[in-house]
């Protein structure tokens, strides 16, 4: 059996490294990369938790359609499932490819890879739709036991009662009625708007 080839199908193997820590090394995933025949890598120091990822944003904007991501591991470029399906979603519409080499079964650029990561995209979303649904319901039953959702109110009903009895007084203005009920002026004069 021929030993495949370490070409892009049409454009070049672009390699994405990074680490989480400033005290971690680049240098084993660069050299990974370059022997898997990346032409150029991107690396970066960050944590994947961060939603700004320079380093990523810039791979994402150089690729062109044929070239193929390679990563040393998933973990490496994603956060989580729903953030490695955001990205080869992406790389899909520019008609780039990714390749893990830790995770065999993560090649876009392969018939099983595609169809597998279009199983996790259908189980991701069969969660999210879950999710949905149990919070949902939830909300449903906690309105039902007389929870309120949302911000408390900044004027009760004892506060403005306050409001007006303090604004009866001569002299009093809004500003300073608003100062001594510790709310805004704007969210007085709603409050006494609202409720004439």
Partial sequence: MSEPTKSAPLGHFIGYARVSTDSQELTN?????????????????ITGAKRDRVELDRMLDHLRAGDVVVVTRLDRLARNTRDLLDIAERLRGIGAGLRSMAEPWAD?????????????????????SLILERTSTGRTAAKARGVKFGRTPAMTPEKLAAARSLLAEPGKTMTQVAAALGVHRATLYRSLANRT
């Fill in 29 to 45: 995933q660069q050299a990974a990369l370059k022997a898997e025949g990346c032409t150029r890598i991107f690396a970066e120091k």
């Fill in 108 to 128: 876009t650029t392969s018939p099983a890879g595609k169809m597998i990561l279009t199983i996790m995209a259908g189980i991701a979303d069969f969660e999210r």
